[in-house]
């Protein structure tokens, strides 16, 4: 049975399975039964009295959604179902047999904030007036909010949701929009790994950052306060232990929480700083000090306090805790901090910072980076602070990271300028110090957490990368008063020796001359592995690899393709062969400069120095077992055996970085997960 919040009770479903947080391998899978939906529609049709309602066939299905599924919508579940009951609210956020906590927790953090829940989830739609099956929902992608639609068919079990779910049964806002998101990352499949600032930003359009706890001020919660005050959204999570695992006082490993509050709470005897924590599988509480099942503390403390506090004992998966315990049970901290742009309509009693955003292109340095500039006028009102300074953050987001399979090294720099039309050159870039970097960093969004005095100061983006270049998003979040303005490229007279040393871009085509050879062979728009072969022989044959093809091969072909095949479907559309291309350009141009003997192969001792140089340096015992497995008889490798390699290589470390939470060098997988990855590549 579930608990009592908010004048809301309900069920939940007791197959709950252990929850990840990783990066999500956006596999999509369509079933071969879709039929099912066609023979729906015809049903529809020829019953006359039943309405007809919106089908969504674009919606990815999963292989792996066991056959007992069946798909109701919630006309099918309840005699009366509802779009949203007694409001939307952290406890309509009860998980099911998907792993997908890092969503729920985001989710359950969202809804603390109604005007922020309210441009996710359009609020007048209804399972009465004017229902037609469809259900809309927004979520924010570089910039601007884009609209997903969906049908209101839900995946059950013996009538129960298997899903997400909500605390009152007849009230499925909350599975809805489960399903939405889904559809925009590739299927339900895709939520099973994930991390949960990826959710808040998508939900938000805000801009996170991770943190360790134990590189925080002692003081926690003098940090945590303006965070809240500022309408931050906050999850976090224990790091240290085996997943699905608790450790002494129930907190889960490895398993994402959110954090919905911070109180001074008044005792008989003293005053006490408490966290309010929620676990979005609804149950499985803390059992230490102040818990709800085993905290006699809050027998100091009165009614009217637990009342102001909305307290209510009972296992609903939210909790309170001392900040010391918080800080001992919990290692990591995701924090997502909003804009005015988000918060300023609906009410909101929020202080939220001062977004500026800017799109471009980051292209290595060797071509310039772009310059922009950074006034700061307004010092911070606060009264701990003894210096006085302004407080900012810079957040360098790369764009479609995962359908292009590419993820540059990215750099933040700030230097000090004399005033604000200064400008810096290559030169002056080389000299100074910056006043705050973040250094390299291999991420989807970089965030760089500043405090300097007044000023004028130039921020630098850059990647350390020679060959690729991609969009980006740069956004500036300063307190009012505070601006930034695009200021304009270095200019050198003369080419950089990177410049010098780089060379030609490319010998194989680029990417928009092959878009005909893409057409001819791939006639339907999907490239799939016979398509890839023979298109791949026609440009290596005619080109200065011409003779390679004899050693390119169908088996080849394949890993290619699932190798980047983003949705789980055996083949590839024009985005992905995109991404696919853009690699075996920069790795082509490796190739040709370590093949010095040109037989258009490379020997064993080459093999080493052409990883280091396309940013996958391997150990001794790595360069063997590639010696045994990927080389030819004579220990040479030719040049598609090459891609073939690094293709291999690139994606299984990107792999085991994405279930690699914190860095920790360790990472954990279910049998499933494993399966997948060991046969599916």
């Known amino acids: 049975m579930g608990g009592v919040s908010g004048g809301k009770v309900g069920r939940r479903l007791s197959a709950v399975t252990g929850v990840q947080c990783g990066v999500n391998g956006r596999r999509r899978v369509r079933l071969a039964g879709i039929s099912r939906l066609s023979s729906e529609m015809s049903k529809s049709k020829d019953?006359?009295?039943?309405?007809?309602?919106f089908v969504d066939f674009s919606f990815p299905l999963d292989l792996q959604l066991q056959p007992a599924v069946q798909w109701k919508r919630p006309l099918e579940l309840c005699t009366f179902p509802q779009f949203i009951v007694d409001g939307a609210t952290r406890m309509d956020v009860c998980q099911g047999v998907l792993n997908d906590c890092w969503f729920l927790s985001a989710l359950a953090s969202v809804s603390l904030c109604p005007p922020l829940l309210k441009q996710v989830v359009p609020m007048e739609q209804s399972f009465q007036r004017g229902y037609t099956g469809c259900f809309s929902f927004r979520f924010w992608q570089y910039g601007q909010w884009v609209e997903v639609k969906v049908d209101d068919r839900l995946p059950t079990q013996n009538g129960q949701l298997i899903y997400l779910c909500s605390s009152q049964s007849n009230e499925f806002w909350s599975p809805l929009l489960e399903k939405a998101y889904a559809k925009l990352k590739g299927g339900y499949s895709a939520l099973n790994m994930g991390f949960p600032h990826e959710?808040?930003?998508d939900m938000t359009g805000g801009v996170t950052e991770v943190l360790m706890l134990q590189t925080l001020p002692q003081n926690l919660s003098s940090f945590l306060r303006p965070l809240l005050a500022r309408g931050a959204l906050i999850n976090c999570a224990n790091t240290l232990g085996p997943l699905e695992q608790k450790n002494e006082f129930g907190i889960l490993f490895k398993h994402a929480?959110?954090?919905?509050?911070?109180?001074t709470v008044r005792t008989k005897f003293s005053e006490v700083e408490l966290v309010r924590v929620r676990n979005p599988w609804g149950k499985v509480e803390w059992e230490g000090p102040w818990s709800d099942s085993n905290g006699p503390e809050w027998s100091?403390?009165?009614?009217?306090e637990q009342m102001r506090l909305g307290r209510v004992a009972v296992e609903d998966g939210e909790f309170w805790m001392s900040v010391s315990d918080f800080r001992q049970n919990f290692q990591v901290m995701e924090v997502c901090h909003l804009s005015d742009e988000t918060l300023s309509g609906g009410g909101a009693t929020y202080r939220p910072w001062t977004c500026t955003s800017y799109h471009g292109r980051l292209d290595p340095l060797s071509s310039g980076a772009p310059q922009y500039h950074l006034t700061l006028l307004e010092e911070d009102d606060d009264p701990t602070d003894p210096e006085l300074t302004c407080s900012f953050l810079v957040a360098l987001m790369q764009k479609h990271t995962r359908q292009k399979g590419i993820l540059l090294p990215t750099q933040l720099s700030i230097y000090k300028v004399r005033s604000e039309t200064t400008l810096l050159t290559a030169l002056d870039v080389s000299l100074l110090q910056p006043v705050l970097s973040s250094g390299l960093q291999q991420q989807r969004e970089l965030v760089l957490r500043g405090c300097l005095a007044p000023g004028n100061y130039i921020?630098?983006?850059s990647t350390s990368e020679k060959l690729y270049s991609t969009e980006f998003l740069l956004r500036i979040l300063t307190e009012k008063g505070n601006t930034t303005v695009l200021a304009q490229r270095p200019i050198t007279d003369?080419?950089?020796?990177?410049?010098?040393?780089?060379g030609p871009r490319s010998v194989l085509p680029s990417t928009s001359n092959t878009r005909k050879l893409f057409m001819k062979h791939c006639k339907e728009g999907q490239c799939r592995p016979l398509q890839l072969l023979n298109l791949l022989t026609e440009i290596i044959r005619g080109g200065v690899f011409a003779g390679s093809e004899e050693k390119l091969c169908l088996e080849h072909c394949r890993s290619f393709v699932v190798l980047m095949d983003s949705r789980g479907r055996g083949q590839l559309d024009w985005e992905e062969f995109q991404a696919l291309w853009d690699k075996f350009r920069k790795w082509t141009d490796i190739f040709m400069k370590f093949?010095?003997?040109k037989t258009r192969s490379l020997d064993y001792l080459e093999i080493s120095p052409a990883l280091t140089a396309a940013g996958l340096p391997v150990d001794e015992f790595v360069l063997q077992l590639i010696g045994l497995r990927y080389t030819e008889p004579d220990l040479t490798v030719s040049y598609p055996g090459f891609l073939y390699l690094l293709l291999k290589l690139d994606t299984m470390i990107r792999k085991f970085q994405s279930f690699d939470v914190v860095r920790m060098g360790t990472v954990s997988v279910n049998y499933r997960q494993w399966l997948h990855m060991t046969l599916y590549n």
Do not use: C, F, M
């Open 257 to 263: 929480y959110s954090v919905t509050g911070l109180e």
């Open 47 to 53: 019953s006359p009295a039943a309405p007809r309602l």
């Open 459 to 461: 921020i630098i983006p």
């Open 300 to 304: 100091l403390v009165s009614r009217k």
């Open 199 to 201: 959710a808040l930003v």
């Open 494 to 502: 003369k080419p950089t020796s990177a410049q010098l040393v780089l």
């Open 595 to 597: 093949d010095v003997n």
